[in-house]
């Protein structure tokens, strides 16, 4: 039905998210890996779509190589000036044509680079998202 669900059935959906949580915490707990590790996992075998927004993945690509990104875009002659949201589109589009067949890896790959020099993780999980690699 569409609009907003009944008290029973949020009811009957919370009961089963419990359930859930409950057994991806003792998943995780027995196979020594990361809650979102086993999610990220179940979404990427059983979903129908990636659930990462791929612009925000470049997003946060783009900010850490902008000159590389912007090398690029006035390597196909477009002049960049002030770095906005059409330059950064332009520069999307670029790269995806780029590496037209490798894009969407290389940008998971970056953002796996990324967690390993995140601060504030503890050595365990350090440990856990090496052993991911």
């Known amino acids: 039905t569409v609009g907003r669900p009944s008290e029973a059935v949020l009811d009957m959906i919370q009961e089963g998210l419990d359930h ?28 129908r779509s990636n659930p990462t927004n791929n612009w925000n993945r470049y997003s946060k690509y783009f900010t850490h190589y902008t000159a590389w990104e912007l090398e690029r875009l006035r390597m196909s002659g477009v002049s960049t000036g002030s770095i906005d ?11 995806k044509k780029e590496y037209h067949d490798m894009w969407q890896e290389i940008l ?13 993780k503890t050595v365990s999980q350090q440990q856990q998202l090496f052993n991911k690699s």
Not at 23 to 39: K, N, R
């Open 20 to 47: 859930i949580n409950a057994y991806l915490t003792d998943l995780a707990t027995h196979s020594g890996q990361p809650p979102q590790q086993i999610i990220d996992r179940f979404l990427k075998q059983y979903a």
């Open 85 to 95: 949201i059409m330059v950064h589109k332009k520069c999307y589009e670029l790269f």
């Open 108 to 120: 998971v790959k970056f953002e796996e680079s990324t967690q390993y020099t995140e601060t504030g």
